[in-house]
């Protein structure tokens, strides 16, 4: 594998490249600068950010790299809509799907990124807020929405590294 390519909003997809790249040794591009630093049809992984359940840059990467795996960074617990975006983004199944929470801050984001998740939060927050028998990820979605939340943390990354480190041991065995 080449390396890790991301696009980031407001950092926290950044932020868990980085933390991929020093856990896996592999180079770490945004997806403006990897046009010019890694080859075409090169295998990586793949880090997204999400907007409903579209994997921003996605598309654009999978027509030039050969994509092993795809991280999704959004506010949803990582359990949540797995299939949904899997099918939205036309994954194959045989590329991995990892999804991670990232963090929110109303104030790191701008223009209609801002205006969507405002509306998003007025609606979503009056929703969960009447609910009385919230789930955990329910009551942690409505504490990020009130609140913002950081939620980017080196263990999130653990089952990434592993399957990094099992492709990488079954690569070497070949």
Known sequence: MEA?????????????????SRKTGLAVYSLKDASKKVAANSEIIYMGWLM?????GYKAASKKYKICAVCAVGMTAPSIQVEETRKVNQIPENIELFKLQGDFDMEKLHGIYKLMMKIMVKALGKTLSKKTDMTVDEDDMLEMLLNGGKRVAEENIAPIVEWYEGKRNTSSAD
Do not use: D
């Open 52 to 56: 409903g359940s579209g994997i921003k």
């Open 4 to 20: 890790i390519i991301y696009t980031s909003n407001t950092g926290s997809t950044k932020r868990y490249a980085e933390m991929l």
